[in-house]
């Protein structure tokens, strides 16, 4: 199963996987949902964070459950991202210093799901076997569609010129004001499988702090990623994908509100 590709750069609204190559033409995998912003009908896009370690035994089954259960949903109604950390060669300060933020002093180990943030967190394997942690993954996963959205996000900006440049507004559409929100993204690049989720986060950006928003309120944010798009693939003739997810999180009960 492959995700279209278009060469063109489109507005899309709510929480958007971004793709492109390394080459310099950009490609957007475009995911539009109910953009009807009187109501508060816009779902909730569910941002699954899978930490893993490379000499984790048991994260293949959680990654094999998870990465299922990407495709049967697809990306308008689930987003999973794959965060290495403790020095396996895959991780970077970034992905270390969020697993930190989540965990605190608490538990720690592999692999350990962060469902919408600290909504649900799910460590280690719920089940002895894979047909259990597809269902105990998909049940925390499906309670989280029932939940609303008071946030629509939209990326109708991504400029090519240096750099890539992502713009885009989060606005609050349900009638009270929200606060102590941040809006964030990842930049993940995808692996030598043919898996879309074979792939790991190589960039995560700062916060950047949303003021208290207002019913009907918009925050406008701006990105810049650090991460190089002139790789090695480059110069072998291939091409490294990369896809980016932008999401708005509570800083203060790290809830992810819309991704």
Request: include cysteine; proline fraction near 4%; charged fraction near 20%.
């Amino acid at each position: 199963m492959k995700i279209n590709k278009i060469t063109s750069i489109s507005v899309f609204l709510i929480i958007l996987l971004l793709a492109w190559t390394s080459s310099s033409t950009l490609t957007l995998g475009v995911f539009a949902q109910n953009t009807d912003s009187t109501s508060k009908t816009v779902p909730r896009t569910v941002l699954a964070e899978l930490f893993v370690q490379e000499e984790c035994l048991t994260c293949p089954t959680a990654e094999f459950c998870l990465e299922d259960l990407a495709w049967e949903y697809g990306t308008s109604k689930f987003i999973l991202v794959e965060e290495h950390f403790w020095g396996d060669g895959y991780d970077t300060l970034e992905t270390n210093a969020r697993y930190n933020w989540y965990v605190g002093n608490g538990k720690k180990g592999t692999p350990d799901l962060f469902i919408n943030g600290l909504t649900n967190r799910l460590q280690g394997l719920p089940c002895d076997c894979v047909e259990g942690n597809y269902e105990c993954y998909k049940d925390a996963i499906e309670e989280e569609f029932t939940q609303p959205s008071f946030l629509e996000l939209s990326v109708p900006k991504t400029i090519i010129e240096a750099d890539y440049i992502i713009e885009g507004t989060v606005k609050n559409i349900s009638d009270t004001p929200l606060k102590d929100l941040a809006v964030c993204g990842m930049v993940g690049k995808e692996g030598d499988g043919s898996s879309l989720y074979n792939n790991y986060i190589q960039d995560i950006f700062p916060f950047q702090n949303i003021p208290t928003l207002l019913p009907g309120g918009t925050f406008s944010f701006k990105f810049v990623p650090k991460i190089s798009f002139t790789t090695e693939s480059e110069i072998d003739g291939e091409e490294d994908v990369l896809h980016l997810v932008v999401f708005v999180q509570n800083t203060e009960t790290k809830e992810v509100l819309q991704a």
